[in-house]
Each structure stands twice: as structure tokens, then as C-alpha cells.
């Protein structure tokens, strides 16, 4: 699946890296659904160092050293690239992603 990797754009923080790294050497992109009070759900990105349950629904690739699955449904959404980073206070770490959210 050459085609759908080309249309992926995403940017790994070299903190981010190194925080997954100590985890296990994986970051899976996953839905994650936000339902509105008056109805209606659009799916957020989350971002975990967790391989997904259900493999054949994520693109997989090489990154930085790491193995990092995304949500096919992400995918598509080429026009606005993906970025993962590393949010730290103080002995907290928590990783993010920007720039995805799908309506599956």
C-alpha cells in the first residue's frame, strides 16, 4: 500500500521519540469519539505506545526507529499532516497529536 503511505505527513517530536522508545518502540494513532450535546460524533486522534487490538485497521510504518500505526480513517485526511509530541510537568509525561479528527 505505497499509495496511501505518500499521502501520510507526519512529524514525531525527537522527545517523543525517545519517550515512546523507553515504552517499547511503538506509537498507534487511534480514534477516539466525542459525541455533541445535541447530537452528531466526530472521532479525535489519540496517540498511545500500545500496538492496536485489531491491526488490519491501522497503516502501518517504520519512523524514527519506531513502529507507529495510524487509523486508516486518518489517512485520507493528507491535507492536514499529523504531529506527535510530548507534553512533560514536572514527573509527567503525556503524549499528543494535532492535526486529525475524522467523521467515520
Same mark, same amino acid.
Given at each position: 500500500?505505497?499509495?496511501?503511505?505518500?499521502?501520510?505527513? *507526519?512529524?514525531?517530536?525527537?522527545?517523543?521519540?525517545?519517550?515512546?522508545?523507553?515504552?517499547?518502540?511503538?506509537?498507534?494513532?487511534?480514534?477516539?469519539?466525542?459525541?455533541?450535546?445535541?447530537?452528531?460524533?466526530?472521532?479525535?486522534?489519540?496517540?498511545?505506545?500500545?500496538?492496536?487490538?485489531?491491526?488490519?485497521?491501522?497503516?502501518?510504518?517504520?519512523?524514527?526507529? *519506531?513502529?507507529?500505526?495510524?487509523?486508516?480513517?486518518?489517512?485520507?485526511?493528507?491535507?492536514?499532516?499529523?504531529?506527535?509530541?510530548?507534553?512533560?510537568?514536572?514527573?509527567?509525561?503525556?503524549?499528543?497529536?494535532?492535526?486529525?479528527?475524522?467523521?467515520?
Amino acid at each position: 500500500m505505497p499509495e496511501i503511505k505518500s499521502q501520510l505527513e *507526519l512529524s514525531i517530536d525527537e522527545e517523543a521519540v525517545t519517550y515512546a522508545r523507553e515504552q517499547g518502540g511503538v506509537l498507534t494513532i487511534r480514534p477516539s469519539p466525542r459525541h455533541g450535546c445535541c447530537g452528531g460524533r466526530v472521532d479525535l486522534a489519540t496517540v498511545g505506545t500500545e500496538p492496536p487490538a485489531d491491526p488490519e485497521a491501522y497503516l502501518e510504518m517504520e519512523q524514527q526507529g *519506531l513502529t507507529v500505526y495510524v487509523h486508516r480513517g486518518f489517512v485520507p485526511l493528507s491535507d492536514a499532516p499529523l504531529h506527535v509530541g510530548l507534553d512533560r510537568l514536572w514527573l509527567w509525561s503525556s503524549l499528543y497529536v494535532e492535526g486529525a479528527a475524522s467523521q467515520m
